[in-house]
Nanobody, 118 residues
């Protein structure tokens, strides 16, 4: 299962960006998809996750500013990021957990850079 993320870029503080991630492949079932981020010199951290039924979990630092949504028919997820802050600057990675022929898998996208200027 391959994940392709897009939508990163440079934005001023207070601005918005929308990230997209689409899964491709055959004969797979995705249970949970997530967005993680990693700033220079920092560990990768969870930003948001969404289950197959649409339930979401957010990091405290983005609660109320970011919204994650999912299109199961397209095997895609989106992250709407509003009121961006310089501390949101990081490489954002898409993640998927599921199974293929009943074998569990975890896949990561290639990452997309988000830079928020002050």
């Amino acid at each position: 299962v391959q994940l392709q993320a897009s939508g990163g870029g440079l934005v001023q503080a207070g601005g918005s960006l929308r990230l997209s991630c689409a899964a491709s492949g055959r004969f797979f079932k995705i249970d949970v998809m997530g967005w993680y981020r990693q700033a220079p010199g920092e560990q990768r951290e969870l930003v948001a996750r969404i289950g197959s039924g649409g339930s979401t979990t957010y990091a405290d630092s983005v609660q109320g500013r970011f919204t994650m949504s999912r299109d199961n028919a397209k095997n895609a997820v989106y992250l709407q990021m509003n009121s961006l802050k310089p501390e949101d600057t990081a490489v954002y990675y898409c993640n998927a957990e599921g199974s293929r022929f009943s074998v569990p898998f975890v896949s990561w996208g290639q990452g997309t850079q988000v830079t928020v200027s002050s």
